[in-house]
């Protein structure tokens, strides 16, 4: 277990583990499961991209939307309009 963790998202659409999860069903959401239960105290999930829709959905789940500026980030040029979405929760909310 950690303080904190960091789950690196490839897809907004890979936040289907935690907004509509299939643990018995699909191995990815196990091992993205297992990933966050690490966290003991701070959890953050770096997407590509956050529609509207999803970041309703994560606020619901007690999530806060953090949206970090290229500049702010290692990976400057793969970002999509220089603005990055940071999905984080203090584990206690979870």
């Known amino acids: 277990e950690y303080d904190a963790v ?5 897809r907004e659409a890979d936040l289907s583990f935690l ?8 191995e990815e959401h196990r091992i993205y499961y297992v990933a966050i239960s690490r ?11 956050l529609s509207k829709e999803n ?11 953090l ?3 290229a500049e702010e ?13 940071l999905i984080s929760s203090k584990m206690k909310n979870l």
């Open 6 to 10: 960091l789950l690196s998202l490839v």
């Open 19 to 26: 907004i509509s999860p299939e643990l018995g069903n699909k």
């Open 39 to 49: 966290a003991k105290r701070n959890l953050y999930i770096s997407v590509p991209t």
């Open 55 to 65: 970041e309703q959905k994560m606020k619901e789940l007690g999530f806060q939307i």
């Open 67 to 69: 949206r970090l500026k």
């Open 73 to 85: 980030t290692e990976r400057c040029s793969e970002i999509s309009n220089g603005v990055s979405p």
